[in-house]
């Protein structure tokens, strides 16, 4: 079984710098497709925020980060991270790690196997 685990959140100020950061537990070298950030979204249950694919590091982000976020992995640490820059008041949000072990788009929520609890991220203006 695979355990996520995030932490890094908390209380920043407009324009912070935050990195968060997901630890995974479990056999996911051989398993793992992909880790991904979502968030909750109005209208739907949790909006995609970036992706980073497992074995390659290739990487995919909404367009509302884009140039702000950056999502990187290390294998050895079986960890992903999303270093959030330019933080806004409207990216506060619980941000939880998912991870999925089949191929193909990462945005939808459904697509993922595992997720975390989640961190919460307060922007203050």
Known sequence: ???LVESGGGLVQAGGSPRLSCVASGRISFSTYAMGWFRPAPGQEREFVAAVRWSAGSTQYA???KGRFTISRDKVKKT???QMNGLKPEDTAVYYCAL?????SYI???DYDFWGQGTQVTVSS
Do not use: A, I
Request: charge should be positive; glycine fraction near 12%.
């Open 1 to 3: 079984q695979v355990q």
């Open 63 to 65: 367009d509302f980060v």
């Open 80 to 82: 992903v991270y999303l």
């Open 100 to 104: 999925r072990t089949v191929g193909g």
């Open 108 to 110: 939808r929520t459904h």
